[in-house]
Every structure is written in structure tokens, then in C-alpha cells.
T-cell receptor
Framework: AQRVTQPEKLLSVFKGAPVELKCNYS??????LFWYVQYSRQRLQLLLR??SRESIKGFTADLNKGETSFHLKKPFAQEEDSAMYYC??????????FGRGTSLIVHP | GAVVSQHPSWVICKSGTSVKIECRSL??????MFWYRQFPKQSLMLMAT?????????EQGVEKDKFLINHASLTLSTLTVTSAHPEDSSFYIC????????????FGQGTRLTVV
């Protein structure tokens, strides 16, 4: 069965510090992985997807098939990055499988 | 991009009453919508898949008689929590089927249900 694990419920850093939100997955086959973000009082929204290999708001994520990981990274955290972050793994052609989420708090 | 509107944003109801949550797609036809539930400090959990014109598909452990889903049109899916109990208090969110090629999924803003 496929599974997404985000081991950290909470990650607290100071502004300017590097950030890494961990995501490990279990999936038989070639996965397509996503990161979603939910800012306070806003809807969940897509942050980035691994197939595009893009950087959004300074965040990047690399799929490591050997370690079955898709960690989200940013070299210098900003206060506005404070939010809930969800790693997600598609099932079929849509995206219902989420990790439990990691709350990122960036202190000034 | 596509927009999904969910209503109400929050609702408080008494135990034993029923609550209806609406999820509308504003500028596209949604043949499939998904309903999730999120308990405090836990992840979003898929409850059911709502299919226009047919019965919803429920995930294991979700009571279909308690969480009634209706998807009578291409723009509206509703979730009715029947005979609500305090343990049903949660955050409910709907989302439209994403297109993997575009790698997007569109979410409603969510409904915070509190049963007292």
C-alpha cells in the first residue's frame, strides 16, 4: 500500500535559517510527488511538484528514489513561510494521499 | 485557474441534527469531487469520492449512511453529516479531481464543523 510519512509535526526555525521538511514515501512503481501548503486561514494549495523540478518561493524538493524521500528545502526561511506543509502522493490520476503535515514556524 | 467554493466556512450545530456542506465548482464542470476530513493536528484523510450522477465511493471505515454525499450536477457536490455527534467535529474539505498533466488539484476553503 502506498504511504506518505512526514515525521515532524512541528518545525521551528529562525528567519534566515535553512529549512528542510522531510517526506518519505512508500510506493510500488514510479511515483509522482507533490508538496502542498496551507497558510493560516487559507485553502490548501499546490506548492510544487517533483516532475517540474522547479523552485517556488525559494523552495525546492528532489525526489530520491534510493531513500524514497522527497524532502522540501529552502536555504533561508522567511516569516511568511510559516504554514502547514503537506507532502502528497497521487493515486491514479489524482491526489488523495497526504502526509499528516508539518507545521513550519519561522520566528523573526 | 479553476475555483472551488465551499460553504459554509464554519458551522456549529447541536447533537442529533444534520448539517449540509456544499462544494461548488465555479468555472468548470466537475464530474468527480473528493471529500476529506481533518481532525486537529492530523492529516487530511479522504472520506469519499463523489461522482456526478452516481453513488459516491466511500473509503473504508467511513459510514455512508452518516455522511451522505450527493453530486446531482456538474457544479455541485454536497456532504450531509446526519445525526451529528461531537466526535464528528472536524474540518471538512472538498477538492476537484486534479489533472496529473497539469499537476493541480483545486480545494475548497474548508468547513469547520463543531457539534455541541
Amino acid at each position: 500500500a502506498q504511504r506518505v510519512t512526514q515525521p515532524e509535526k512541528l518545525l521551528s526555525v529562525f528567519k534566515g535559517a535553512p529549512v528542510e521538511l522531510k517526506c518519505n514515501y512508500s510506493y510500488s512503481g514510479s511515483p509522482e510527488l507533490f508538496w502542498y501548503v496551507q497558510y493560516s486561514r487559507q485553502r490548501l494549495q499546490l506548492l510544487l511538484r517533483h516532475i517540474s523540478r522547479e523552485s517556488i518561493k525559494g523552495f525546492t524538493a528532489d525526489l530520491n528514489k534510493g531513500e524514497t524521500s522527497f524532502h522540501l528545502k529552502k536555504p533561508f526561511a522567511q516569516e511568511e513561510d510559516s504554514a502547514m506543509y503537506y507532502c502528497a502522493l497521487p493515486r491514479g490520476s489524482y491526489i488523495p494521499t497526504f502526509g499528516r503535515g508539518t507545521s513550519l514556524i519561522v520566528h523573526p | 485557474g479553476a475555483v472551488v467554493s465551499q460553504h459554509p466556512s464554519w458551522v456549529i450545530c447541536k447533537s442529533g441534527t444534520s448539517v449540509k456542506i456544499e462544494c461548488r465548482s465555479l468555472d468548470f464542470q466537475a464530474t468527480t469531487m473528493f471529500w476529506y476530513r481533518q481532525f486537529p493536528k492530523q492529516s487530511l484523510m479522504l472520506m469519499a469520492t463523489s461522482n456526478e450522477g452516481s453513488k459516491a465511493t466511500y473509503e473504508q471505515g467511513v459510514e455512508k449512511d452518516k455522511f451522505l454525499i450527493n453530486h446531482a450536477s456538474l457544479t455541485l457536490s454536497t456532504l450531509t453529516v446526519t445525526s451529528a455527534h461531537p466526535e464528528d467535529s472536524s474540518f471538512y474539505i472538498c477538492n476537484h479531481k486534479g489533472d496529473l498533466q497539469r499537476a493541480e488539484a483545486f480545494f475548497g476553503q474548508g468547513t469547520r464543523l463543531t457539534v455541541v
